[in-house]
């Protein structure tokens, strides 16, 4: 694992080696006669990797922090009907009432966790960014912001080719707003509050930092 942390003053700082979770809680005050308060915001009931990660995850965390794990409900939040999403909607925001009064959050980032479209992602992501009052992301998937294939969509506009031309654009739209909509969301939090992002790789430390 390697880290990203956004300081709350100044700018980006960057390790210059990947570091674990610390083994301490690192809070100028904690509450008294007990551990801080920590929420995991993850998949946990469902059989898949990011939960058993987040299992394990809590038992290492547990003499540290008092660990509270908020599941994300994935038949509400994967739903595509306009109704049911809705539904997905209230419980995130059920989620975002609960952590504000936790010490720190982490995310435990699938982006296909928060919903299928990337708007959807995206407007889920930010509620739980506002919510946290100490915030850290664990990117398990890192979209890189690779720039407009323009040739390849007048290409297909010029063969008449509509339905290709309109993926190429759906996938930038999806690819720039996961990638440089949250980076950018992410640096103005860290203007209010300290943030910090996880990943797995030195080259998406690296990706991050860029």
């Given at each position: ?9 100044g ?7 990947p570091e674990?979770a610390p083994?301490?809680?690192?809070f100028?005050?904690?509450r008294?006669g ?7 915001v993850?998949t ?6 990011i939960?058993a ?9 547990a003499d540290?922090?008092?660990v509270?794990v ?8 994967r739903a595509?009907?306009?109704?049911v999403?809705?539904?997905a909607?209230?419980h ?5 009432r ?5 010490d ?11 919903g ?7 407007r889920?992501f930010?509620w ?16 890189e ?10 290409r297909e506009l ?5 339905g290709?031309?309109i ?6 739209n999806?690819a720039h707003?996961?990638?440089?909509g ?8 860290q203007?209010?509050k ?9 080259r ?7």
């Open positions: 694992m390697a880290s990203v942390e956004f300081e709350a003053s700018p980006l700082l960057f390790p210059a080696q674990a083994s301490a809680p690192s100028a005050a904690v008294r007990g551990r801080p308060r920590l929420a995991l993850s946990y009931s469902d059989l898949c990797g939960a990660y987040t299992k394990s995850l809590e038992k290492q965390l540290a922090f008092d509270r908020f599941d994300l409900n994935q038949f509400l939040l595509t009907h306009a109704r999403r809705r539904f909607d209230r995130i925001q059920e989620i975002c609960e952590i504000r009064e936790f720190a959050v982490n995310l435990q980032l699938e982006h296909g966790t928060l299928r479209s990337c708007r959807d992602i995206f889920r930010t739980i960014a506002r919510a946290a009052p100490r915030l850290s992301v664990t990117f398990h998937t890192v979209f912001p690779n720039e407009f294939d323009f040739k390849g969509f007048f010029l063969s008449l080719n509509l290709k031309a993926a190429l654009r759906s996938q930038y999806r707003l996961l990638s440089a949250v980076a950018t969301h992410l640096r103005r939090a203007r209010l300290p943030v910090a992002i996880i990943v797995h790789t030195r998406e430390l690296w990706h991050m930092r860029y």
